[in-house]
C-alpha cells in the first residue's frame, strides 16, 4: 500500500504525491472555463445584464462537463485508455462546481430574495427538475471519496454513482425546457448522451466490436437529429423534414447530428486501433 503523504491530497498529484501530467492538464481545463467568465465580467465584456449572461454560461459549462464525467468509462473499456480513471472524480466535482456556481449566479440575479427564490423553484417546472437534477449530483459529490467507497462497499458505490444518467438526463430535459431559439448544443449533448449510454450497454453486453461501435455512432447520430426537428416542429412552425435535411449541409455549421457521428466513428476507430496495437486488456487493467 502506498503511505498516504500531504502531497497526494491535491489535485494534480497522484496517489504516491508525484505529479500528474494528466492530472494537472485536466484541473487546468476544467478551470478555464472559470477564469474566462471571471475576464468577461471585470473587462465588461458581457451585456447590461452581466449576471444572466453568467447564469446562462455557467449552465452551458455545467452540462458540457456533466456529459464529459460520462466520457471516462468508456474511453477505459472502449478504448483501453486506463489512465481515464485518475480524472473521473475531479471532472464529476467540477460539473458539480459549475452546477452550484450557476444557481448562486441566479440566486444573485434574484437578489437573493429566498421567499421568490423558492416560489420559482417549485412553481416553474423547468427549475424544479433542474433542482431535482442537482440534488443528485450533491449526493454524488458527497460521496465521491474513498471513505464512502469503503463505507458503501464497490459495488454499493458504483450502484449509487450511475445515478449520474438520471441526473444527465434531467439536466438535459431541463436544457430543453429553457431553450429558446437554437437547440443545437441541446440536441448535440443529448447526442452524446445516447451515444455513452449505448457504449454503456455494448460493453454490458459484448466485446466492443468495430461494427457494434459503428452502428451506435449511427444511431445516435440519426437520433440526434431527430431531437433536433422534433424540438424545432413542437416550438416552431418550421418543416421537420427542412430541419432534417439541414443536418446534411455542412455550408453554414456542422449539425449536432454530425458531430455526434464523427465523435462515435472516431471512438470506433480508436477502440479497434487499440485492439489490433494497445496493450492487451489483462495488462490495461493492471495498468
Ligand atoms: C436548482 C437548480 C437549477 C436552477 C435554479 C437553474 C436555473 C436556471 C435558469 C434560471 C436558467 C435560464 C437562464 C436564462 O435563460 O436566463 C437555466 C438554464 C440552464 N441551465 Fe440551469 N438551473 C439549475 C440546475 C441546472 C443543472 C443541474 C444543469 C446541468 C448540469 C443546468 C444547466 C443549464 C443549462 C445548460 C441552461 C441553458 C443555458 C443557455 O441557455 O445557454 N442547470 N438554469
Keep these: 500500500m502506498i503511505a498516504s503523504t500531504p502531497a497526494s491530497w491535491t489535485p494534480w498529484t497522484d496517489r504516491a504525491g508525484r505529479i500528474s501530467f494528466i492530472k494537472l492538464a485536466t484541473l487546468l481545463g476544467l478551470l478555464a472555463p472559470a477564469m474566462w467568465?471571471?475576464?468577461?465580467?471585470?473587462?465588461?465584456?458581457?451585456?447590461?445584464?452581466?449576471?444572466?449572461?453568467?447564469?446562462?454560461?455557467?449552465?452551458?459549462?455545467?452540462?458540457r462537463i456533466l456529459v464529459l464525467s460520462l466520457v471516462v468509462t468508456p474511453l477505459r473499456y472502449v478504448a483501453r485508455f486506463n489512465r481515464a480513471i485518475l480524472v473521473r472524480r475531479m471532472?464529476?466535482?467540477?460539473?458539480?462546481?459549475?452546477?452550484?456556481?450557476?444557481?448562486?449566479?441566479?440566486?444573485l440575479d434574484l437578489h437573493f430574495?429566498?421567499?421568490?427564490?423558492?416560489?420559482?423553484?417549485?412553481?416553474?417546472?423547468?427549475?424544479?427538475?433542474g433542482l431535482v437534477a442537482t440534488l443528485l449530483m450533491v449526493a454524488l459529490g458527497v460521496t465521491s471519496n474513498d471513505w464512502s467507497i469503503r463505507k458503501l462497499?464497490?459495488?454499493?458505490?458504483n450502484r449509487l454513482h450511475s445515478w449520474v444518467y438520471v441526473a444527465t438526463l434531467l439536466s438535459l430535459i431541463h436544457y430543453f425546457m429553457e431553450v429558446r431559439l437554437d437547440a443545437s448544443e441541446a440536441a448535440l449533448m443529448c447526442g452524446l448522451f445516447m451515444l455513452l449510454m449505448s457504449f454503456r450497454q455494448i460493453r454490458k453486453r459484448?466485446?466492443?466490436?468495430?461494427?457494434?461501435?459503428?452502428?451506435?455512432?449511427?444511431?445516435?447520430?440519426?437520433g440526434a437529429g431527430l431531437i433536433e426537428a422534433l424540438?424545432?416542429?413542437?416550438?416552431?412552425?418550421?418543416?421537420?423534414?427542412?430541419?432534417?435535411?439541414?443536418?446534411?449541409?455542412?455550408?453554414?455549421r456542422v449539425s449536432p447530428?454530425?458531430?455526434?457521428?464523427?465523435?462515435?466513428?472516431?471512438?470506433a476507430v480508436l477502440a479497434n486501433l487499440r485492439a489490433r496495437f494497445g496493450p492487451k486488456p489483462a495488462r490495461a487493467a493492471r495498468a
Design 37 to 63: 467568465m471571471i475576464a468577461e465580467w471585470r473587462l465588461g465584456w458581457l451585456s447590461p445584464k452581466p449576471t444572466g449572461d453568467l447564469v446562462r454560461e455557467s449552465g452551458d459549462w455545467a452540462m
Design 91 to 107: 471532472v464529476g466535482l467540477a460539473a458539480l462546481f459549475y452546477t452550484l456556481l450557476h444557481i448562486a449566479l441566479w440566486c
Design 113 to 129: 430574495e429566498w421567499l421568490r427564490i423558492a416560489t420559482e423553484l417549485v412553481l416553474r417546472l423547468f427549475l424544479t427538475v
Design 153 to 157: 462497499g464497490s459495488a454499493g458505490w
Design 206 to 222: 459484448a466485446t466492443p466490436g468495430f461494427l457494434n461501435l459503428m452502428l451506435a455512432a449511427l444511431v445516435c447520430s440519426v
Design 231 to 252: 424540438y424545432y416542429k413542437l416550438s416552431t412552425s418550421v418543416n421537420i423534414s427542412r430541419v432534417l435535411m439541414a443536418n446534411f449541409d455542412v455550408s453554414y
Design 257 to 267: 447530428a454530425l458531430w455526434v457521428l464523427g465523435a462515435g466513428l472516431a471512438v
